[in-house]
């Protein structure tokens, strides 16, 4: 595979993780979405991580930097579908991705989503 | 990886393929696609591939049998974000896809199923 697919849904992107993201891919990844905020203006990102049953401490920070960025490209990250054992892992690495916000799934994340920037815009 | 994630977002259900489905990943996604439409009840499938850039007719085979088998399930199968040069292959491999809704992307493709299921309920 050499590109994640970045899906348009209404004013919000959303990606959807599948595989370890080595190096380029992640680097990749967050190009793409810059470039794919600018060019739709999204206002929100959701981003699935329900395919990872592992994650490294590379992810966690590649997450925590892709949140960072879309900030101030305007863009609210979420994200979503977090196993409960990544979840442990993350912690258990020192990780506890403070000022991301997570939801158990899609559909909850885009309702978090929805008023957090109804409430934004308001 | 060991299984393909199947979002549910609102009533329709997302599904992102981005891996070559060999054999058990393909049969794999088709029973959890049909457990997930029984639960959720959803009416609409959207199946990506727009991260696809080769397909095979195997590949082409198992997007119509989900497709049949999620009709019979009382859902609506839509295939989104074909890339051009698969298009190509796969009419060169004498698949066309009939009876196979498509749409050039995700946005595009919950427009039609929201049209055709509320034509559909009314």
Known sequence: M?????????DCLLV?????????LA???QNDLLIKVKETKAKGVLID???????????GH????????????????VVVGM????AITLVEL????????????VDKGFQ???QHLSGVGS
């Open 83 to 86: 196993q409960p054992a990544v």
């Open 16 to 24: 959807s993780i599948q595989v370890d993201l080595y190096d380029q």
């Open 49 to 59: 991580i329900s395919g990872l049953t592992i994650v490294d401490s590379f992810m």
């Open 112 to 114: 978090w989503l929805r």
């Open 62 to 77: 590649i997450l925590y930097q892709i949140t960072k960025v879309t900030r101030l490209m305007d863009a609210t990250t």
């Open 2 to 10: 050499e590109k994640i697919p970045i899906l348009k849904i209404n």
């Open 94 to 105: 020192g990780m506890d991705l403070a000022g991301i916000h997570t939801a158990l799934n």
């Open 27 to 29: 680097i990749d990844l």
